[in-house]
């Protein structure tokens, strides 16, 4: 795994984190930034901006990652294992058209258009996120409660899980057709009812006040920001409600090292390494230098969620 040659931005490309902050001095940098930035911007990449409000559970006192460190590294193994083959090998997915299917235990099953989701009143959440690897970011995502969806199908009583399928479309994303399969296709993930039902959980539209490029996620993704990325899962095209837990994807490929509950936790160690200090991308000071910060438990979230595991053994249930 290479930790150390991700791209940078020069200090001149990096937006002013008080002019981030504004949000109307955002909007006015983007426009007139906007043309250069895309001149250099990696097919694939997105153009359209959204509307949104600012959250009422946005983070604060927290400094976004600057642009590019977010857009260009990332894992989304459909595309390769670089953390830079994402934004150099996704210029051929195709994010419209584009359904998401909601199923299983509700009463009222439907499909959703990207165009009514992004068409729904959103939200901008400024939120870390914390990978499993030790390393995190702060993300200003934008997009919507995943409860607002879920209540529209009116989940019935038997239903405890929420179950996520990505697409499968191996002559678009390359790491599918691989003969190197890191996992099973298409990737699958899950949540508890009550963690899909929270408040902080959203399903993601877009970030730094656009629509998701694809090495991000395109068109829309999960967003649960006190567990470990990979939870996040990306172009989703199925939500099913179930009973019974549901498979996921990095838990069937090494159930040891990845847990269905994924909660950040500095106590528990992956068996590869510590989880106690993480780097910032986008930060200076080397991999073990002073850019390490300790981690936080549940990410920082814990006075918002840690009721959700009252009672339970959270070095068992990791």
């Not at 995502?141 to 479309?169: I, N």
């Not at 939500?239 to 490929?253: C, G, K, Q, V």
């Amino acid at each position: 795994m290479r930790l150390f040659d991700y791209p940078r931005p020069a200090v001149s490309d990096i937006t002013p984190e008080g002019a981030y902050l504004s949000r109307r001095a955002t909007l006015a940098a983007g426009l007139a930034g906007g043309a250069a930035w895309l001149a250099g911007a990696p097919r694939g990449a997105w153009a359209d901006p959204l509307r949104a409000t600012p959250g009422a559970l946005s983070g604060t006192g927290l400094t976004p990652t600057p642009f590019q460190d977010a857009t260009h590294y990332n894992n989304f193994y459909e595309f390769g294992l670089e953390k830079t083959d994402p934004a150099e090998r996704s210029g051929d997915f195709h994010p419209r058209p584009w359904t998401v299917r909601v199923e299983g235990l509700v009463a009222k099953p439907r499909t959703y258009d990207i165009d009514a989701l992004l068409a729904r009143p959103l939200e901008e959440r400024l939120y870390r996120m914390r990978c499993v690897e030790a390393w995190s970011m702060v993300i200003p995502w934008t997009g919507f409660a995943l409860a607002d969806l879920l209540k529209e199908v009116e989940p019935l009583g038997s239903a405890k899980y929420v179950a996520f399928e990505s697409v499968l479309r191996p002559a678009e994303m390359p790491g599918q057709d691989s003969m190197l399969h890191v996992l099973d296709w298409p990737y699958a993930e899950g949540l508890r009812l009550d963690e899909a039902m929270h408040p902080l959980t959203i399903l993601a539209v877009g970030l730094y006040g656009r629509t998701l490029p694809n090495q991000n996620g395109a068109p829309v993704r999960l967003v649960v920001p006190w567990k470990y990325g990979f939870k996040g899962i990306k172009s989703i095209v199925r939500i099913r409600l179930t009973e019974t837990r549901p498979r996921t994807a990095w838990n069937d490929r090494a159930p040891d090292e990845y847990g269905f509950y994924a909660n950040v936790n500095p106590a528990v160690d992956h068996p590869r390494w510590s989880q106690a200090t993480e780097r910032p991308i986008g930060a200076r000071g080397g991999f073990f230098g002073a850019a390490r910060q300790p981690t936080l438990p549940f990410n920082g979230y814990a006075e918002q969620v840690a009721g959700l595991y009252a009672g339970m053994d959270l070095r068992r249930n990791f």
